[in-house]
């Protein structure tokens, strides 16, 4: 069965660095989405992407974070200067149409560690 | 914002004893659309059920079902039959049925035990 995959699976990065977290969606899916996890808190929504522009953010997402398609099978999260308050897990998910009742499907998760 | 909790961080059971897990929501919209993901350790979520609001039927996957009470914002996911392979963290999500409601809100989960 088709995944989503996510690399690197474990991320460590000291502050105010760059991070880039890499999505490989499955392959007819559509809609691409970030999420992440706090230790210990809820999964947190972040951006949804649909035909090369995000459709919809949260307060999280804010001008730090950014998203891209850099080719056909790629979907990325940058956080551009990354603070103590970033590290969490991030899933990137995906689904194949816009439709509520349909699943998004995950990807394993990226643990970004900031140090 | 919708709001959905799960009150219990933890919950064990017994190989082939039956579990309920419970999970409630805030919303003041009428259609929405409710899952549960499942996420064994150091793996993706996977979903495990849902069930769309305007249908008054619990859903059910096999050993797999869901108590939906519409009027008391209530999802309880109960699973028949424990079985090891079960054990895993369970979340609980929230999607609007709005053109712009793509989202989905999570709880904090509820981390499963299956005792042999």
């Known amino acids: 069965e088709p995944e989503v995959t996510q690399t690197p699976s474990h991320q460590v990065t000291q502050m105010g660095q760059e991070v880039i977290l890499r999505c490989v969606p499955i392959?007819?899916?559509?809609?691409f989405y970030w999420y992440r996890q706090i230790l210990g808190q809820k999964v947190e929504f972040l951006v949804s992407?649909?035909?090369?522009?995000?459709?919809?953010k949260s307060e999280i997402f804010d001008d730090q974070f950014s998203v891209e398609r850099p080719d056909g099978s790629n979907f990325t999260l940058k956080i551009r200067s990354t603070k103590l308050e970033d590290s969490a897990m991030y899933f990137c998910?995906?689904?194949?149409?816009?439709?509520?009742?349909?699943?998004?499907?995950f990807g394993d998760g990226t643990r970004l560690s900031i140090l | 914002a919708q709001t959905v909790t799960q009150s219990q961080p933890e919950m064990s059971v017994q190989e082939a004893e039956t579990v309920t897990l419970s999970c409630t929501y805030d919303t003041s919209e009428s259609d929405y659309y409710l899952f549960w993901y499942k996420q064994p350790p150091s793996r993706q979520m996977i979903l495990v059920i849902r069930q769309e609001a305007y249908k008054q039927q619990n859903a059910t996957e096999n050993r797999f079902s869901v108590n939906f009470q519409k009027a008391a914002k209530s999802f309880s996911l109960k699973i028949s039959d424990s079985q090891l392979g079960d054990a895993a963290m369970y979340f609980c999500a929230y999607r609007s049925a709005l053109d712009t409601g793509n989202q989905f809100y999570f709880g904090t989960g509820t981390s499963l035990t299956v005792i042999p």
């Open positions: 392959s007819n899916h559509l809609y």
């Open positions: 992407f649909y035909n090369n522009e995000i459709s919809e």
């Open positions: 998910a995906s689904s194949g149409t816009y439709q509520g009742n349909q699943p998004q499907h």
